[in-house]
T-cell receptor
Framework: NAGVTQTPKFQVLKTGQSMTLQCAQD?????MYWYRQDPGMGLRLIYY???????DKGEVPNGYNVSRLNKREFSLRLESAAPSQTSVYFC????????????FGEGSWLTVV | QKEVEQDPGPLSVPEGAIVSLNCTYS??????FMWYRQYSRKGPELLMY????GNKEDGRFTAQVDKSSKYISLFIRDSQPSDSATYLC???????????FGSGTRLQVQP
C-alpha cells in the first residue's frame, strides 16, 4: 500500500520558471491537501480539495494553482516560481469523518534560485 | 501572533527520561487536537488524536488537553533514541478538515 505518493522528490528551478508537483493517493480518500513547510513556520495550508472537482484556498495560496484531476490525484502548479517559494511541499489526504487521520506524503524539496 | 505556538527546541534528553512537549493556542474554537512525529526528510505521521479535555494514553505516549487554558501537551515516558524527531502539534476547527500546525519541537534523545 503506497499511501500518498509525491513527485518529484527534489527540484531546482530558476526564478520565473513553472513546474507542477504531482500527488496521488491510493486510499480512496475524498479530501486532499497541499502544505508547505518552512523553518520556524510549521506546516501551512496552501490549497485543499474536499472532493473531485472542488478546490479551496488555504492560508498561503498566492503564487500557486491546483487541479483535482480525479479522486486519486491533486496537483500543485507554480506558474512563475519565486525564491520565496523555496520550501518543502507535502501532499496529504483524509477521509471525510471528523476524527479521520490526515496522511502525508514523503515531501518534495523545491529550491528556486 | 500565530494561532498555535510551540517551542522549537532543540530539546536534548538522556535515554529513559520523561519528555514533555507543549503547545498553546489562541483560538478557543479548536476542537480536535493531534500530535504528529516527523523524522528527518520524511512526512509527518500521526501519533495521538484527542478531542476532549483530559489525558489520553497510548503506550509510552500521553496526550493532555486543557481547553480552559488553551494548552496541550505530549508526554513521552522512557524515551528512546528512536524517539529523536520533530514533534508537531496540530489542531482542527469543528466542521473543518484542514489542520493548523505548530512550528514543531525538535527532540534529541541521547543514548
Amino acid at each position: 500500500n503506497a499511501g500518498v505518493t509525491q513527485t518529484p522528490k527534489f527540484q531546482v528551478l530558476k526564478t520565473g520558471q513553472s513546474m507542477t508537483l504531482q500527488c496521488a493517493q491510493d486510499m480512496n480518500h475524498n479530501s486532499m491537501y497541499w502544505y508547505r513547510q518552512d523553518p520556524g513556520m510549521g506546516l501551512r495550508l496552501i490549497y485543499y480539495s474536499a472532493s473531485e472537482g472542488t478546490t479551496d484556498k488555504g492560508e498561503v495560496p498566492n503564487g500557486y494553482n491546483v487541479s483535482r484531476l480525479n479522486k486519486r490525484e491533486f496537483s500543485l502548479r507554480l506558474e512563475s516560481a519565486a525564491p520565496s517559494q523555496t520550501s518543502v511541499y507535502f501532499c496529504a489526504s483524509s477521509e471525510d469523518g471528523v476524527l479521520d487521520t490526515i496522511y502525508f506524503g514523503e515531501g518534495s524539496w523545491l529550491t528556486v534560485v | 501572533q500565530k494561532e498555535v505556538e510551540q517551542d522549537p527546541g532543540p530539546l536534548s534528553v538522556p535515554e529513559g527520561a520523561i519528555v514533555s512537549l507543549n503547545c498553546t493556542y489562541s483560538n478557543s474554537a479548536f476542537q480536535y487536537f493531534m500530535w504528529y512525529r516527523q523524522y528527518s526528510r520524511k512526512g509527518p505521521e500521526l501519533l495521538m488524536y484527542t478531542y476532549s479535555s483530559g489525558n489520553k494514553e497510548d503506550g509510552r505516549f500521553t496526550a493532555q488537553v486543557d481547553k480552559s487554558s488553551k494548552y496541550i501537551s505530549l508526554f513521552i515516558r522512557d524515551s528512546q533514541p528512536s524517539d529523536s524527531a520533530t514533534y508537531l502539534c496540530a489542531m482542527r476547527l469543528a466542521g473543518r478538515r484542514a489542520l493548523t500546525f505548530g512550528s514543531g519541537t525538535r527532540l534529541q534523545v541521547q543514548p
